[in-house]
């Protein structure tokens, strides 16, 4: 699928500590592993083997070098003329222009926010020349609520996105009990996918 584009978020970033780094950013292999790490390893492991046989083959053993060397290649943003899309949003003290530098320079710290940043983000209601699309939240998060795209009505209900002037939230908790959600643009309007 060469006209996708893929981003870089918290999980590759866990993953990758744990498989490649040894640990040395967040200290914990068990911090991936409890979110998403063991599901995404029985995902590469043939169906055909016995239980047992399962129960032996660890990450490093099923999951194949390419896979963590495309991981690394993906990149923190992407961005169209109305749009820009990351992971988990970006810093309030800070233009667009300003933050994308400072990502494709590499700065750890610009890194790191790219893909954890939460509330500072959300509060903001600044203009960024750009609509932010962004994952990373599930809605309801504290005291932000998802929005029925349909009726625009705020609700509690998770899998909902979050619908602000300056950016939208996508992430619906597909992994569990809300909804995959595809943003169609520039039309903004939305298609979900029951978990």
Partial sequence: YPHWQMLYGNHEDLMLDA?????????????????????TTQSYIP??????????VGPKDAIPVEHLTFLMSLPRYFETESYFFV????PNKVSLDDFKKKLDEKDKNAEYV?????????MNVKDWGKKIIFGHTVYPYGSFLGADPVSGKKTYRRGYPYIAPNKIGIDGMAHDVGNLICLKLPEETFIFQEA
Avoid: C, M
Avoid at 21 to 27: C, D, E, S
Avoid at 87 to 90: A, P, Q, T, V
């Fill in 19 to 39: 498989l490649v780094y040894n640990g040395r950013i967040y200290g914990s292999y068990d911090l991936w592993w409890g979110q998403g790490g063991r599901e």
């Fill in 47 to 56: 169906f055909d083997l016995t239980d047992y046989e399962k129960a032996l």
């Fill in 87 to 90: 992971h988990g949003g970006i």
């Fill in 114 to 122: 790219a893909i954890w940043i939460r509330e500072p983000f959300l």
